[in-house]
């Protein structure tokens, strides 16, 4: 470490997949803040993927600071906390908790969103935080930056987002009293899907609906794999066919079963795998979603689909669609998580119908 002026530059050296929590070279920058009460505060761990390893119980807290942040590319400010297990070092951001939220919805939705759809982004990013905070509240972070939970970058730039998060403070969706499990995604295209179908638990408040959303990005994608990247991806030799072979409620793929041969076997085995375990081995952003068909050539696996994410829960561009046609937020949450009620937070829960099913 080298102090310069006010400042100290924390440089970190090694290879980047033994440092998932940092960059090759870290800038923190340190200013007088005023610490935020444990109450009103978050914890969030720096993640560049989902992919990359979560601190372990051995993890332990090397520095301890008060300033900002800059993180490929991004600021973030707030309390600083280093860590550092036997896979390298991690950062843990605790920031106040409504500007966490403004961070939230300014990098999980496009600018100039319609603010019906911007106040509906900030309930359930709120309530999606809380219910992790609840969760892991005995752990060294809350919930990470990354698509494993909500993708956070940063300080909010966009002054429509301050206005939703500020006209929405404290609001989050309860079901029986309890802060819900607010699971959402980009783009559907047809019908939800039934969490059971993704995670094999399901919610009361998380049914199959109507996702609503027209002309989105990923209204219809085409994405094309090597036999080699097949392979690569599950671990295995040999790559001959692949083919879907059930379904689940809403038409998305659910199992596979993939046919390859070895070096030393003369005739092919098979295996079975969910199609949300083929999504997360080649990627994410590389396979949208698992609303898919496949084909084979001679040289590559072919995959047709619609939409981004899981499926489950709210659909941000479906929300949009029904703000553009004249809904408000309350009823984009109530189509969306039928049987929740709005309920502000203040510390103890006081609760306030604001028009949703009960």
């Known amino acids: 470490m080298e102090f310069i002026g006010k400042s100290l530059r924390l440089r970190i050296r090694g290879r980047y997949k033994k440092a998932p929590g940092l960059s090759a070279f870290l800038l923190i920058s340190f200013m007088l803040l005023h610490p935020a009460q444990a109450d009103e505060s978050i914890k969030v761990l720096m993640l560049d993927s989902p992919s990359n390893p979560l601190p372990s119980r051995q993890a ?3 520095e301890d600071l008060k300033g900002k942040v800059f993180f490929n590319g991004q600021s ?6 280093v860590m550092r297990d036997e896979n390298g070092l991690y950062v843990v951001n605790s920031l106040p908790f409504e500007k966490y939220i403004e961070g939230v919805v300014a990098s999980e939705v496009g600018r100039n969103w319609n603010m019906e759809a911007l106040k509906a982004q900030a309930v359930i990013s709120r309530t999606y935080a809380v219910f992790n905070k609840n969760l892991n509240g005995e752990k060294n972070y ?7 939970h909500q993708v956070y970058k940063g300080e909010n730039p966009d002054p429509l987002v301050t206005e939703a998060v500020t006209a929405t403070e404290g609001e989050i969706l309860t079901y029986q009293g309890k802060p819900v499990n607010a699971l959402y995604h980009s783009t559907c295209e047809g019908k939800t899907e039934l969490p059971e179908e993704v995670w094999a638990e399901s919610f009361p408040y998380l049914k199959s609906v109507e996702c609503n959303g027209k002309n989105t990005p990923y209204e219809s994608w085409r994405k094309r794999f ?5 392979n690569k991806a599950l671990g295995m030799t040999g790559f001959k066919d692949i083919a879907v072979i059930s379904i689940t409620a809403t038409g998305r ?9 070895s070096m030393n076997e003369t005739n092919p085995s098979g295996m079975e ?5 083929l999504r997360r081995l080649l990627g994410y952003k590389e396979m949208p979603s698992t ?3 496949v084909t084979r050539t001679d040289t590559e696996v072919i995959f047709d689909g619609k939409g981004y994410g899981h499926g489950v829960g709210l659909s941000q561009w479906g929300a949009l669609e029904m703000a553009r046609e004249g809904k408000n937020y309350m009823e984009i949450l109530s189509h969306y998580y039928p049987g929740t009620v709005i309920t502000k937070d203040k510390g103890q829960m006081h609760s306030r119908n604001q028009g949703l099913e009960k």
């Open 273 to 277: 795998i969910r199609a949300t375990e």
């Open 253 to 261: 793929a659910k199992t596979l079963r993939i046919v390859y041969s």
């Open 76 to 81: 973030y400010s707030g309390s600083i906390e």
């Open 291 to 293: 609303d898919f068909t």
């Open 60 to 62: 332990e807290k090397i």
């Open 142 to 148: 809350h919930l990470t930056s990354s698509v494993l």
């Open 226 to 230: 090597a036999f080699e990247e097949i």
